[in-house]
């Protein structure tokens, strides 16, 4: 059984596939992650959600009902590790027009431009942000003006690939 205590101190890859192997076995994804991803301490939360990151694609829409708790744990965190790893799985669940806030969409558009944010949270940000943006073509105009007007001398290789592969798709 995985318990708060077992989720404390740091991890290996190989740890968080254990993590979730469990998990996998207990057939309670979504369980697991609202006992744990809210966690006040935040190795507990991080190991949790870096557990379910090993979720096949199949397994990881098990959390869908989870997509508003993970933005909000994405906004409200300190903890960048949290932050990040909530941002990965909003990420792979389905975003619909429905699901579009303003307050996450502005959310990501300062995080994904802000050179001292971690090059993991940009990227996944604008990710994101573009995915929003999607439904609405005046959104997507100021976002590509966004991301076309960012000098890049100030990012990472990360956030200039995503950057160019968004860029490269409108074309």
Excluded at 73 to 97: C, F, G, P
């Amino acid at each position: 059984m995985i318990t708060e205590g077992r989720l404390k101190g740091a991890y290996s890859e190989g740890e968080a596939l254990a993590i979730y192997n469990e998990v996998k076995l207990s057939g309670d994804l979504i369980g697991f992650c609202r006992t744990y991803m809210n966690h006040e301490d935040y190795q507990v939360a991080r190991n949790a959600l870096w557990g379910v990151t090993k979720a096949s694609k199949a397994e990881h829409t098990q959390l869908q009902p989870l997509l508003h708790p993970l933005i909000d744990l994405a906004m409200q965190t300190d903890n960048a590790s949290v932050r990040r790893l909530s941002l990965h799985h909003i990420e792979r669940l389905k975003l619909e027009e429905d699901d579009l806030r303003t307050d996450f969409l502005d959310f990501c558009l300062a995080h994904m431009v802000n050179p001292d944010e971690f090059p993991g949270i940009q990227s996944l940000c604008m990710k994101i942000a573009y995915r929003m943006c999607k439904f609405y073509p005046e959104l997507m105009g100021e976002f590509m003006r966004t991301i076309e007007s960012m000098d890049m001398t100030f990012y990472k290789p990360a956030v200039k690939c995503v950057r160019s592969r968004i860029l490269g798709s409108k074309r």
